[in-house]
């Protein structure tokens, strides 16, 4: 099975090639990727639990899901599959902004990426995908900064980071 592949990308988003998902990964490069956001009657946001088998980040709250859309695959239409893939939701995705992050992990990999990000709002619980997540939970922006500020070891480095910039 060939390695998912990611696209590297400048610091104004321009696509300048594309590599295996592990190796950008290793080598901290900058790449494409997508943050989504999902939100409900309520104004609580939907949170997902990675699944315990991830190769970084396993068992750590983030956002609804994230990923890399594939080479010449839209961003917007990578974030409706995974979210579907990941979240078993389909609803309408509206792109909010974006940023660079870089955040290096225990295990040697980097994280340096062009987040898109995307809000969508839906009042249905998702149908999770058990090989990528491991648990969900609704939860007011409120509460949220508070869980993050009294147990942030409980959150990806990511959402920590996109919590920050975006509310």
Not at 9 to 29: F, N, S
Not at 94 to 105: D, G, L, Q, V
Not at 110 to 132: A, L, Q, R, S
């Amino acid at each position: 099975m060939k390695e998912e592949q990611v696209i590297l990308v400048d610091q104004y988003d321009i696509p300048i090639g594309t590599m295996g998902k592990l190796e950008a990964h290793q080598k901290g490069l900058l790449h494409r990727a997508f943050s989504v956001f999902i939100f409900n009657h309520k104004n609580e946001m939907l949170l997902q639990k990675r699944a315990l088998t991830k190769y970084h980040s396993a068992g750590l709250w983030t956002n609804t899901c994230c990923s890399h859309p594939h080479p010449n695959e839209d961003t917007l239409v990578a974030a409706n599959r995974r979210l579907k893939e990941e979240m078993g939701m389909t609803t309408t995705l509206i792109h909010k902004t974006s940023f660079i992050y870089e955040t290096a992990f225990e295990n040697n990999l980097t994280e340096h990426e062009f987040d898109h990000v995307f809000f969508g709002y839906t009042d249905k619980d998702p149908i999770i995908n058990k090989e990528e997540v491991d648990g969900f939970k609704w939860i007011s922006l409120d509460h949220l900064k508070e869980e993050i500020k009294t147990s942030p070891n409980n959150f990806t480095s990511w959402f920590k980071i996109a919590m920050q910039k975006i509310f």
